[in-house]
């Protein structure tokens, strides 16, 4: 059984940091495209960042390139979203996922391509 553990949301000032870990088991972490998806309330799940399942591609959101950045470190099956220039805007629930397929990319962006996620971890920026 493939789980996914997010850590380190929290409470952050705008313009503040936070890096967001997943931790993952179960499963060939190096074969998967990891990503990271987030919800408001209110809101639809949307796409924040991607992670090539090899580490050498990644792709962002509009709403976020420049600001967050994706990576993962295979020796630890963890991938992080750090997280810069925050605003209020950015707070939701971050959710890790998983891809359903290995050594695949195709619709980075979908939620649908994703079928592991984790339990989500709140990040709240203040105005």
């Known amino acids: 059984q493939v789980q996914l553990v997010e850590s380190g949301g929290g409470l952050v000032q705008a313009g503040g940091s936070l890096r967001l870990s997943c931790a993952a088991s179960?499963?060939?972490?190096?074969?998967?495209?990891m990503a990271w998806f987030r919800q408001a309330p209110g809101k639809e799940r949307e796409f924040v960042a991607a992670?090539?399942?090899?580490?050498?591609?990644?792709y962002y959101g509009d709403s976020v390139k420049g600001r967050f950045t994706i990576s993962r470190d295979i020796s630890k099956a963890t991938v992080y979203l750090h997280m810069d220039s925050l605003k209020p805007e950015d707070t939701a629930v971050y959710y890790c996922?998983?891809?359903?397929?290995?050594?695949?990319?195709?619709?980075?962006?979908?939620?649908?391509?994703?079928?592991?996620w984790g339990q989500g971890t709140q990040v709240t920026v203040s105005s």
């Open positions: 992670i090539k399942y090899s580490g050498a591609g990644t």
């Open positions: 179960g499963r060939t972490f190096s074969t998967y495209t």
């Open positions: 996922a998983a891809n359903k397929a290995p050594y695949s990319t195709t619709n980075y962006y979908s939620e649908l391509r994703y079928g592991t």
